[in-house]
């Protein structure tokens, strides 16, 4: 068990709908990076936050959002659903304010199907 | 570019042998970091190991052992007397420096079989 939790487990819901993915880092880390794992793209990374800041941004659609609160749990909005959204998204976190010096340690991640 | 290749995309063992996973990595940067993860069936991905790019010894941790050569770019990963709950998908991944170091580079994975 990483320490980092991810609400829902799975996620079923029709294209054209809106999904918040919801994360807890592990306690005392600071940073929260969300991915996403698809068939045809692999591990992605989509976004990073540190103390409820946007630091990095990867390979985010126009249709996806993140924040990161005060308590430092962040979520992921996903609207606009395609089929092409399907896949397992995964939040990690680390301890400081990113940076290779730091392992990022994974959730289990939001198996998201969009039907 | 940042780019993590493993060419294995599935490797299938009898249990007890060791296997060896590959991984090559491409990087401008002087200063990196390289991880392995593994993600078992039930879809976590768990970290391994992380090497910095100043650090070539090897490292041993039980059954595991790496192999990061700077020369070869590579970052190798083996596995002795594989047992049936290694059966996994390896990523190895890449880290850089400035706008690189906030992001995991993966690698396509390497599928794990190990057969009793």
């Known amino acids: 068990d990483s320490g980092v939790t991810q609400t829902p487990k799975h996620l079923i819901t029709a294209t054209g709908q809106r999904v918040t993915l919801r994360c807890s880092p592990r306690?005392?880390?600071?940073?929260v990076y969300w991915y996403q794992q698809s068939l045809d793209q692999g591990l992605q990374f989509l976004i990073h936050?540190?103390?409820?800041?946007?630091?990095a941004k990867g390979n985010i659609l126009e249709r996806f959002s993140a924040q990161q609160f005060p308590d430092l749990h962040s979520e992921l909005n996903l609207s606009s659903l395609e089929l092409g959204d399907s896949a397992l998204y995964f939040c990690?976190?680390?301890?400081?304010?990113?940076?290779?010096?730091?392992?990022?340690?994974f959730g289990p991640g939001t198996r998201l199907t969009v039907l | 570019a940042q780019k993590v290749t493993q060419a294995q995309t599935e490797i299938s063992v009898v249990e007890k042998e060791d296997v060896t996973l590959d991984c090559v990595y491409e990087?401008?940067?002087?200063?990196?970091?390289l991880f392995w993860y593994k993600q078992p069936p039930s879809g976590e991905l768990v970290f391994l190991i992380r090497?910095?790019?100043?650090?070539?010894q090897n490292e041993i941790s039980g059954r595991y052992s790496w192999n990061f050569q700077k020369s070869t770019s590579s970052f190798n990963f083996t596995i002795t007397a594989s047992q049936v709950v290694d059966s996994a998908v390896y990523f190895c991944?890449?880290?850089?420096?400035?706008?690189?170091?906030?992001?995991?580079?993966f690698g396509s994975g390497t599928r794990l079989l190990v057969r009793p």
């Open positions: 990087t401008r940067d002087t200063t990196y970091y």
């Open positions: 936050y540190y103390n409820g800041e946007e630091r």
């Open positions: 306690s005392g880390d600071l940073s």
């Open positions: 090497r910095n790019s100043f650090d070539e």
């Open positions: 991944a890449l880290s850089g420096r400035g706008d690189s170091s906030y992001k995991l580079i």
């Open positions: 990690a976190s680390s301890a400081g304010g990113g940076g290779s010096y730091n392992e990022q340690f």
